[in-house]
């Protein structure tokens, strides 16, 4: 069947400019999680939706970065005036239920701040 | 949250038993482990998860000791292509902030 689809596999902005990046989950899982990696380390957690619903944002850098589910499906992380630091990959993942389920991952956005 | 601590990095050769410890001392009673691989240029993929004892599948067995302070992912005769980077989770069911940590770094060397 089909897994996490993330788009675009790559985005290349300019500072201060807005992206989008989307994640499509695989179908029927309710939990869904994003996360960032830099170059050579290790992923940094985001935020988790359970449905449509993101009980703890705290894990999201700053007031730039915001996230939304719709449908128990699609969500979109949104990260508005970008800055240099903000280039990495973001990944998405979801699972079937929260915590102890799997975590299937997408591909990741590759995501280059100019 | 269970903090974990892993080795930054493993060496080894092909045919070689690899094992990674995991370190969890503050693990709670309904925390899971759980432990994934990352090649580069890819998400994560799940490898194992256990909560006591022993579990195995086709691809690594994970030992959990009585006290659950720690895990080690057993990988029987890697191959070059089990050069990646593993990390160890520990959770419990409810919703959690996931850590992955900075995982271990293993090479497999020919």
């Known amino acids: 069947g089909a897994g996490v689809s993330q788009s675009p596999s790559n985005k290349v902005t300019e500072k201060g400019k807005d992206v989008e990046l989307r994640c499509d989950p695989i179908s029927g899982h309710t939990a869904l999680y994003w996360y960032r990696q830099r170059l050579g380390q290790g992923l940094e957690f985001l935020i988790y939706?359970?449905?449509?619903?993101?009980?703890?944002k705290s894990g999201l850098p700053s007031d730039r970065f915001s996230a939304e589910r719709t449908g128990e499906s699609v969500s979109t992380l949104t990260i508005q005036r970008t800055q240099q630091e903000d280039s990495a990959v973001y990944l998405c993942a979801s699972s079937l239920a929260l915590s102890t389920d799997t975590q299937y991952f997408g591909p990741g956005t590759r995501l280059t701040v100019l | 949250l269970a903090k974990t601590t892993q080795p930054i990095s493993m060496d080894s050769y092909e045919g070689q038993e690899v094992n990674i410890t995991c370190s969890h001392n503050n693990i709670a009673t309904n925390d899971y482990i759980t432990w994934y691989q990352q090649f580069p240029s890819q998400g994560p993929r799940f490898i194992i998860q256990g909560y006591k004892t022993k579990v195995t599948n086709e691809v690594a067995s994970l030992f959990i000791p009585a006290d659950r302070k720690s895990s080690t992912l057993s990988l029987p005769r890697v191959s070059l292509s089990d050069t990646a980077v593993y990390y160890c989770l520990v959770g419990a069911p409810g919703g959690f902030k996931t850590i992955f940590g900075a995982g271990t770094r293993l090479f497999v060397k020919a």
């Open positions: 939706f359970q449905g449509n619903s993101a009980p703890d």
